[in-house]
């Protein structure tokens, strides 16, 4: 993927350069108009004040010769007056250009913020299969990578081209009056600059996007040097030269490449230079010669200088805004390829099924990952009616946890249909469904915030009523994690915090229970290795615990945890390899009484 980044040409045409700088100011003016309207009026004054100041400083000398000359009084008043006038304008120019510096930082800043939320938002909207696709992951990293700095870049060129372009056409005015000739070495002298600074930005967006997974690796190795949670291993197995000297090699392979890169980009930015240099001293001399041949005077001749040479600076400045422009789009070009890249995540409206007590149904379900030969689950069915004890059993890759996903609407089938009371998943409100569903997945996540917000967490961090955490507590076997943590429900977790604490990982398991339980309406449990961290008798006590009116899917390697189910699914590779209650598949061997017997075995 890197080698492609490396060799595409970038086309300006193909990525619709304007479109992108539009769409990125009418993002900022929806969001902050009174903010990106003030900028626009301060800039517009800051364009227009260096061609006034330089014509005022024509007449200051000029009156200040004639004064010499004539020796009146109001020769030398005029000449103190406009000398009063230039202060006013470097005096304002000054403000202006502060002002300018304040109220951009002010939009960097919530500009920042802005796309960093449109960013959060699109993420939030994807699917969970679109969360896992690759190519979506690459354009979040690439969209997130430059969040905070290259859509306000794009702003702040746009109105450099304007108030850079603004003073350059009130300078070339001038000029118009005097020496039209002039605009010609004003525009030749910038032209070298900006044909580098257009080569540098392609050069410059292939070399940082086409190593992106190298930095991502370079990031990833880093961390596993630095992380508390891979530093065990890290320390046991002595990986810490290893891991040291490959990130030395991705550094070395970047830092050549860039200063190559850079090399490149100063000899030639130098050479670029020079040639805009002469034009300029060029223009000069002539300046300097048709004056002491008297065409010019003392006060045209210090404005002509000073507008070749300010007017060159301004072509240099639009046409590097211009190139910083066509650079900075090619990078928001990759947030808006993310913006624009369609949820697939369907939610319904329904809050309830047409046949309510049906619970839930899988008819012929079949679900394969993209990319992969064999499908994850083959024409799945079963029924789990209200009040049920369903047991899941199958070996690693047998379709388990992808079944957990289809059954919480999480991921579409292919083929078949998931329902709940009748309606399809599809088609439920997803507050409705949740409501319905108490889940734990595996693996869960281990929230690094308090350990009320890890409980919390299983109702989207709403409002809950004390008793409804205490019983969670209590289901979830958490009361004495709680009661030996200092702070008790308000305690920090992790030690990346100050004053947080780190849990074991049998805590760790206990917290995700009580978040799986702590949403006292829900009539459907789903368990997925619940017990995998505990020890024998929190385990007991767990599953020993009795929920009546509750329907439970318990997903277990330990098949002793399932023999007081109702009903037994034996998966094998994405299919049902059998069913049924534990005496009934022990007396008709197969898979489950094999892996029953071998599991027993090594208690004996």
């Known amino acids: 993927m890197s080698e492609n980044r490396e060799t595409a040409e970038p086309d300006p045409g193909r990525l619709h350069s304007v479109q992108q700088a539009w769409r990125t100011l009418g993002l900022a003016t929806a969001a902050r108009p009174g903010l990106v309207l003030l900028i626009a009026v301060v800039t517009v004054v800051a364009a227009l004040l260096p061609a006034a100041a ?31 006038v230039e202060s006013g304008l470097l005096a304002l120019l000054l403000a202006a250009r502060r002002g300018l510096v304040f109220f951009k930082g002010r939009l960097h800043a919530e500009l920042g913020f802005i796309v960093s939320e449109r960013i959060l938002d699109k993420a939030d909207s994807f699917s969970l299969a679109q969360i896992e696709d690759p190519d979506i992951q690459e354009k979040l990293v690439m969209a997130r990578q430059f969040s905070a700095s290259r859509p306000y870049s794009l702003i702040n060129r746009v109105f450099d081209l304007g108030q850079h372009g603004l003073t350059l056409i009130s300078l070339l005015a001038l000029l118009v009056a005097s020496a039209p000739w002039l605009i010609l070495l004003v525009i030749a002298g ?31 190795l880093e961390g596993l040097l630095s992380q508390s949670g891979s530093a065990r291993e890290r320390i046991h197995f002595g990986q810490g030269e290893a891991l040291k000297a490959r990130f030395r090699g991705l550094f070395d392979m970047l830092h050549e490449d860039d200063i190559a890169l850079k090399q490149r980009q100063a000899l030639i930015g130098t050479l670029l230079g020079l040639a805009g240099s002469a034009v300029f001293l060029g223009g000069k001399v002539w300046i300097v010669v048709v004056t002491i041949s008297g065409a010019f005077s003392l006060g045209q001749m210090t404005m002509l200088i000073g507008l070749l040479k300010q007017g060159q600076a301004a072509v240099n400045n639009v046409l590097s805004a211009f190139s910083g422009t066509y650079e900075d789009v090619l990078y928001v070009t990759n947030l808006y390829a993310l913006l624009d890249t369609a949820s697939t995540r369907a939610d319904g409206r329904a809050v309830s099924g047409p046949y309510p007590g049906d619970g839930l149904r899988f008819e012929n379900v079949s679900y394969r990952y993209p990319g992969q030969k064999r499908q994850a689950l083959d024409s799945v069915s079963f029924h789990l009616k209200p009040g049920l004890r369903m047991g899941i059993v199958g070996a ?11 059954a919480t609407g999480l991921y579409a089938p292919d083929a078949g249909r998931v329902t709940l009371d009748g309606l399809d998943l599809a088609d439920w409100q997803p507050a409705a469904l949740c409501r319905r569903m108490g889940v734990l997945f595996q693996p869960h ?33 958490v009361r004495s994690v709680v009661e030996d943590v200092p702070g008790g429900l308000e305690a920090r977790l992790s030690k990346r915090f100050p004053e947080g604490v780190e849990l074991s990982g049998g ?31 929190a385990e007991a006590a767990f599953l020993g615990e009795q929920r009546p009116g509750q329907s439970l899917i318990l997903i277990s390697h330990r098949l ?30 197969g898979l489950y009484a094999e892996l029953f017997d071998l599991q027993a075995e090594a208690y004996r």
């Not at 910038?190 to 996007?209: C, E, K, M, Q, W």
């Not at 037994?568 to 061997?589: F, Q, T």
Request: net charge negative; no cysteine; hydrophobic share 45%.
């Open 54 to 84: 330089l014509y005022v400083s024509k007449l200051i000398i000029d009156s200040v010769v004639t004064a010499i000359e004539t020796g009146e009084a109001s020769d030398r008043q005029l000449a103190l007056i406009w000398v009063g």
């Open 190 to 220: 910038g032209l070298p600059v900006f044909i580098g600074n257009i080569r540098f930005s392609g050069d410059a967006y292939r070399f940082y996007t086409g190593r992106t997974p190298q930095m991502r690796e370079r990031n990833y």
């Open 396 to 406: 690693n890759g047998s379709g388990k946890t992808t079944l957990v996903k289809l």
């Open 445 to 477: 996540v281990n929230y690094k915030l308090s350990l009320r917000d890890n409980i919390l967490a299983g109702v989207g961090w709403r409002d809950a009523k004390d008793e409804q955490i205490e019983a969670a507590l209590d289901a979830g076997l």
């Open 507 to 537: 805590q760790w398991q206990r917290l995700a229970m009580a978040r799986a339980l702590v949403n006292d309406t829900a009539d459907i449990l789903i368990l997925d290795e619940p017990t995998a961290a505990l020890d024998p008798a």
């Open 560 to 589: 002793s945890n399932l023999r007081g189910a109702d009903s037994i699914l034996v998966l094998d590779k994405g299919r049902v390899a059998a069913s049924g209650d534990h005496d009934s598949l022990m007396a008709a061997g």
